[in-house]
C-alpha cells in the first residue's frame, strides 16, 4: 500500500468521526509517519504519537481542550486491557483505521479487526488473487473465525456454496473417481493449515473424530506411527454404517444387542470415547463432542439426500457396495430374519436382496395387507430406482401373494363362492367379469416382473421356488379346474346352439348398440373406437382402473359375448356395422359384411364409409397433425382405429414368450391413444374394445395340453393351434363342434363350422405354442368394452374418484427426539370411492422455515380394518436451539396438487434417545 493510498484511507474514516486510532503492531508505516503526518497537517489534521505521550494528557487535550479538531492516534502497541486503558471510553466511539494487508483483508472482508491475528495466520492462502477472489464471493459480511475457514476450505474444495455439506459432496464425488482424487483437495487443504478445521467441521456436523488427531504433537502436527488419521474413506464409511443402523432401527429390530452392531460399534456416529481419552483432547474440542441425537439426525439427513441426489446418486450406489464388500454387510445382515425387520434399510443394495429373499421363499405365511403396504413402501426405496429388478421382483411378490389369496377364496372349486351358486353359465361369466379374472390379472403381471427381474440379471423368484408354484397353480389347478367348471355348464344348457348369455350382448351387435347408441346422443357428434388385438377383458380392466384414478375422464367398463371361433378376422368383422355377415369357404376363409371383404384395414375403411366413418391404424392416427386430423376425420361420425401389440407379439413363435411384456406394451400405447385423442383431437367420447382374448402360460406345451384329434378332418379349410373351420366337421368327445350361423351370426347358408378343444387345449397337428385364442374360455369370449368421456369442470367434483383423507392421530403433534415418529392415519381405503394420495411431510418453525427432513409417503392401503390403514412417519429434525414453548407445524403437501394442510407440532427434546 503507497502513502496515497493510506491517506486517503485515513482520510475516509474522517467522515464518520474527528478521530480515529491507527493501530500499527507490526511497526509496517513508523518510519513515513512523519512523511504522512505532514500530509495531514496541511488537511487540518493532527497525527500524534501516542505511545510516548501521557495517554491521561492526551485524553484531556482532544476532550476538553481542542474538542472540535481532528486527531490521528497513531500507536506500535497493543491495546492495553479497558481497566488500564485512559483511552477506552474514545475508542468506543472513534474510528479505527488499519494499513497492515490482514488488515486491509478484513476491510475488504467486512470482518471485524479481532480477526487480524486470523488472517495473518492464513497469508499463505490470500496471497493468490484468484483464491482470494472466489473467498470473498463466497464469504458473507460480518462473518466469525467459522465462517472464514469454511469459506477458504470451501474455495479450496472449488465448491459454490460455503456449507460443509457442500464441500464433503465434492470429496464424496472425487473419491468416486478415485481415492487419490479426494486426498489431493484434502491435501491442499492441510497445505494451507485448514485441515483442523476441516475435521472439526465434521465433528460439529456429524460427531466423527479420531482421537489420535487431535492429539497430535502440537508443534509438529504430525499423529504418531500406528495411530489413525481422520480419512474421507473412514468418515463415508461410518456416516454408511450409522445410517444402515438407524435403518433398522426405524424398522423395528432388536439391534442393540445383535450382532451387527458388536461388530460394526466402532463406525456408528457420534463417535463416544471413554473418559480418560475424551479428558486427554483440548478443551474446544471436547466442548463440540455429544449432541448425540442432533448428530444422528445430520447423518441421516446426509445419508438421504446423498442418496436421493440427482447428481450424486451414482456415486452413493458405487461407494455404498464397496463399504458393504469391504464390511461383509451381506453376512451381518443374515441375523435379521423376518422382512419387516429390514423395510426402511435402503443404505445397501444387500438389505434390499435379503428382503427380497425371505419374502420370496415364505410368501404365504405373510399377512396380505402387510405385504401391500410393504411393496408400497419399498417401490418407493432408493435400490427400486436405481434397478429395476428389484422393482420387478416386488411388484411379482405383491401379485403372487393376491394369487394366493385368490386361490384360498376359491380353494373348493368354482361351482359357488360361499352361499352364490355358480351353476349357470351366466353366472360363472358373470362372476369372472367381476373377480375371477383378477387369477390372469395376477399371473399376467406377476410373470411380466418375474421375465423384466430375469432380463436383468436375477433369479431369485426362480430359485425360491416361487415362479413354480405360481405357474402350477395357474396351470394345473386354475386354468384346468376353471376349464372344467365352465365346460360342464357349457354342455349342460347347449350354449353352442344358443350362443347367449342374460344381459350380455353379442359381439357381432357391436356397432348398432354401442357406436350407434352413442352417436344418437344429441351432443355427440363423433366417437372414437379404438380395437386392440387380443386385448382381454383383464387388460382393459386395469386401463379402466387406472383412468378412474385420475380428475380428468371417466371409464365405464363392461363386456361382450365375443363370437365362436375367436380369432382375429371373424372378431374384427363383427365389431363392424353391417347387415349381412357372410363366411365363405374356400381355399382360404374369408368373411364379407354385405358382400365386402372384412379383411385388412383397407376393406374396413370401405364398410365403415359407407357409414359415415373411416379406419386408421394407431401409428397413423399418433403421428397425425392437427391439419391431417381435419383433413381426414373432422367429416366422419366413427373413427375405427387398429391396434396390434398382444396378437403380433404372442401369435410369433419367435416373440410368444413376451406375450405378457406385450400385453403391458399395449396397456401403455392405448393410455397414450386414449389422451391424445381426448387431449390432442379433442375427442369427445371414446369405446375400447377387442376382436377376442386370449390364453398363456409361461410353461411348455406337454402332451397333456394336446387333444385327441390327431389330424385334421376332412371338410377343414382353416386350421390354427386352438381352432378349425370348415364344412361337415366330424363330433369328437375332446373337442366342441359349432355352427358360426348359431355363435357369430354368420348367415346360416354359409354353411360354416368350427371345432375347438375343450378346456384350454390345442391341436397335434399345429404348432402347440403357449398364446393361444380361438376357444369358448371366458379368457377368449369375455371381450371388453369401455366407454371413456371426458369429465366437465362442473360435474367433476361429483364423479371422479376422491383421494383419501389423512390425518394424524394426535393433536398437538409433539417431537421428543431428533429423529422421531409421527403416527397418521389414512381415513378410507382406495378402492371405488377413493385413491390414494401422496404427501410431502415436513415440519416448520413459526417463520415458515423448514427445520425438519421431508418424506414422501404413499398412503394407497385398500384395508377395510382401520389399525391396518395407519402409517409411521419418520421425520429428522435439522439444526438445534428448538423452544418447547413455541408452536411448530407439520405441513402436508399434495404431490400433485400441492394444496397443504397444517398441523401444529410440539418439540420437546427434553427425552434425548440414543443408539444403545
Known amino acids: 500500500m503507497n502513502l496515497e493510498q493510506i491517506k486517503q484511507g485515513i482520510l475516509a474514516k474522517f467522515i464518520k468521526c474527528r478521530l480515529v486510532f491507527w493501530q500499527d503492531e507490526d511497526i509496517e508505516f513508523q518510519e513515513q509517519f512523519p512523511e504522512i503526518s505532514a500530509e495531514l497537517n496541511s488537511a487540518g489534521i493532527q497525527a500524534i504519537a501516542i505511545d510516548g505521550e501521557s495517554h491521561f494528557e492526551i485524553k484531556q487535550r482532544i476532550e476538553l481542550l481542542e474538542p472540535e479538531k481532528q486527531f490521528l492516534l497513531y500507536s506500535n502497541k497493543p491495546v492495553n486491557e479497558p481497566t488500564r486503558d485512559w483511552l477506552y471510553d474514545i475508542r468506543l466511539y472513534a474510528q479505527e483505521f488499519y494499513a497492515d494487508s490482514s488488515s486491509m483483508i478484513l476491510n475488504e472482508l467486512g470482518m471485524r479487526m479481532e480477526f487480524r491475528q486470523l488472517v495473518s495466520r492464513y497469508k499463505k492462502f490470500f496471497a493468490n488473487k484468484q483464491r482470494y477472489a472466489k473467498l470473498r464471493n463466497l464469504l458473507p459480511k460480518n462473518a466469525d473465525k467459522n465462517a472464514l475457514e469454511l469459506a477458504m476450505v470451501a474455495t479450496l474444495a472449488k465448491v459454490e456454496t460455503m456449507s460443509f455439506t457442500a464441500v464433503l459432496n465434492e470429496l464424496i464425488s472425487k473419491y468416486s473417481n478415485s481415492a487419490e482424487q479426494a486426498d489431493e483437495v484434502l491435501e491442499e487443504i492441510t497445505k494451507y493449515g485448514l485441515d483442523k478445521s476441516f475435521w472439526q467441521q465434521a465433528l460439529v456436523e456429524f460427531g466423527y473424530l479420531t482421537a489420535d488427531f487431535w492429539l497430535a504433537d502440537n508443534v509438529t502436527g504430525e499423529v504418531a506411527e500406528g495411530n489413525t488419521y481422520p480419512s474421507v474413506k473412514d468418515l463415508i464409511t461410518k456416516l454408511l454404517v450409522t445410517d444402515c443402523y438407524h435403518g433398522l432401527q426405524s424398522s423395528g429390530a432388536k439391534v442393540g444387542n445383535s450382532t451387527f452392531a458388536q461388530s460394526l460399534s466402532s463406525h456408528l456416529l457420534p463417535i463416544s470415547l471413554d473418559k480418560n481419552t475424551n479428558d486427554k483432547l483440548p478443551k474446544d474440542i471436547q466442548e463440540l463432542v455429544g449432541n448425540t441425537a442432533a448428530k444422528r439426525a445430520a447423518v441421516i439427513n446426509f445419508v438421504k439426500a446423498w442418496r436421493e441426489s440427482r447428481t450424486l446418486s451414482k456415486s452413493y450406489n458405487q461407494i455404498a457396495k464397496n463399504v458393504s464388500f469391504e464390511l461383509e454387510i451381506k453376512s451381518k445382515l443374515a441375523e435379521f430374519k423376518q422382512p419387516s425387520e429390514l423395510l426402511y434399510v435402503e443404505t445397501f443394495v444387500d438389505a434390499e436382496e435379503a428382503l427380497l429373499k425371505l419374502l420370496a421363499k415364505d410368501l404365504p405365511a405373510y399377512n396380505s395387507n402387510d405385504i401391500a403396504n410393504w411393496v408400497s413402501i419399498r417401490l418407493r426405496s432408493h435400490w427400486c430406482y436405481q434397478d429395476q429388478k428389484y422393482a420387478a421382483i416386488h ?204 379383411h385388412g384395414t383397407d376393406n374396413r375403411h370401405k364398410i365403415l364409409q359407407a357409414h359415415g366413418g ?128 348359431n355363435t357369430s351370426n354368420v348367415d346360416p347358408d354359409s354353411d360354416a363350422e368350427f371345432i375347438v378343444p375343450r378346456g384350454s387345449n390345442r391341436f397335434h397337428f399345429v404348432g402347440g405354442a403357449k398364446f393361444i385364442h380361438g376357444g369358448i374360455m371366458p379368457q377368449e369370449i369375455c371381450v371388453p368394452v369401455m366407454h371413456l368421456r371426458a369429465i366437465h369442470s362442473t360435474v367433476k367434483q361429483k364423479q371422479t374418484k376422491q383421494k383419501v383423507g389423512v390425518v394424524p392421530l394426535n393433536s398437538p403433534v409433539k417431537i421428543v427426539s431428533n429423529i422421531d415418529r409421527i403416527q397418521f392415519l389414512q381415513a378410507d381405503p382406495i378402492g371405488d370411492k377413493y385413491k390414494s394420495r401422496e404427501l410431502h411431510i415436513w415440519i416448520e418453525n413459526p417463520d415458515g422455515n423448514k427445520v425438519s427432513s421431508s418424506e414422501k409417503v404413499l398412503f394407497d392401503s385398500a384395508s377395510d380394518k382401520m389399525e391396518e390403514r395407519k402409517r409411521n412417519v419418520q421425520v429428522k429434525l435439522e439444526g438445534s436451539g428448538f423452544d418447547r414453548t413455541i408452536s411448530y407445524k407439520l405441513i402436508m403437501e399434495d404431490t400433485e396438487s400441492k394444496t397443504k394442510t397444517t398441523h401444529s407440532v410440539t418439540i420437546d427434546l427434553a427425552f434425548e434417545d440414543d443408539f444403545f
Open 395 to 598: 411388484r411379482a411378490l405383491k401379485l403372487a401373494k393376491q394369487f394366493y389369496e385368490l386361490k384360498e377364496k376359491y380353494v373348493d372349486g368354482f361351482e359357488a363362492l360361499g352361499t352364490k351358486q355358480l351353476n349357470t353359465a351366466s353366472a360363472l361369466y358373470k362372476a369372472y367379469e367381476e373377480e375371477i379374472h383378477q387369477f390372469d390379472t395376477s399371473y399376467r403381471v406377476f410373470s411380466e416382473n418375474s421375465l423384466r427381474a430375469s432380463q436383468n440379471g436375477s433369479d431369485i423368484l426362480k430359485l425360491t421356488g416361487l415362479v413354480d408354484d405360481i405357474e402350477s397353480l395357474y396351470v394345473d389347478w386354475y386354468l384346468h379346474d376353471f376349464a372344467i367348471a365352465w365346460g360342464k355348464l357349457v354342455d349342460k344348457e347347449s350354449l353352442l346352439e344358443n350362443w347367449k348369455l342374460p344381459f350380455i350382448h353379442n359381439q357381432y351387435e357391436f356397432y348398432n348398440r354401442e357406436v350407434q347408441a352413442v352417436l344418437q346422443q344429441p351432443s355427440v357428434k363423433r366417437v372414437f373406437v379404438i380395437i386392440s388385438d387380443a386385448f382381454r377383458y383383464e387388460c382393459a380392466k386395469e386401463i379402466h382402473d387406472s383412468i378412474n384414478n385420475r380428475n380428468r375422464y371417466k371409464s365405464e367398463l363392461k363386456s361382450q359375448l365375443g363370437v365362436v371361433p375367436s380369432y382375429t378376422q371373424a372378431g374384427m368383422a363383427s365389431l363392424l356395422p353391417h347387415k349381412k355377415f357372410t363366411a365363405h369357404l374356400n381355399k382360404n376363409v374369408e368373411y364379407k359384411l354385405d358382400g365386402i371383404s372384412a
Open 614 to 741: 373411416i379406419a386408421c391404424t394407431y401409428d397413423e392416427v399418433m403421428k397425425w397433425t392437427n391439419q391431417q386430423y381435419r383433413d381426414l376425420a373432422q367429416d366422419s361420425s366413427a373413427i375405427y382405429i387398429y391396434h396390434n401389440k398382444i396378437d403380433a407379439i404372442g401369435d410369433d413363435g419367435g416373440t410368444e414368450n413376451e406375450a405378457f411384456l406385450a400385453a403391458r406394451d399395449a396397456i401403455e400405447e392405448v393410455d397414450k391413444l386414449i389422451i391424445r385423442i381426448f387431449d390432442k383431437l379433442k375427442g369427445g367420447r371414446v369405446i375400447l374394445t377387442a376382436d377376442h382374448g386370449f390364453l398363456f402360460n409361461q410353461s411348455d406345451v406337454t402332451e397333456s395340453d394336446r387333444t385327441d384329434l390327431k389330424t385334421k378332418p376332412a371338410g377343414t379349410k382353416l386350421s390354427k393351434k386352438r381352432y378349425l373351420v370348415g364344412e361337415n366337421l366330424p363330433k369328437g368327445d375332446s373337442y366342441w363342434v359349432g355352427k358360426m350361423s
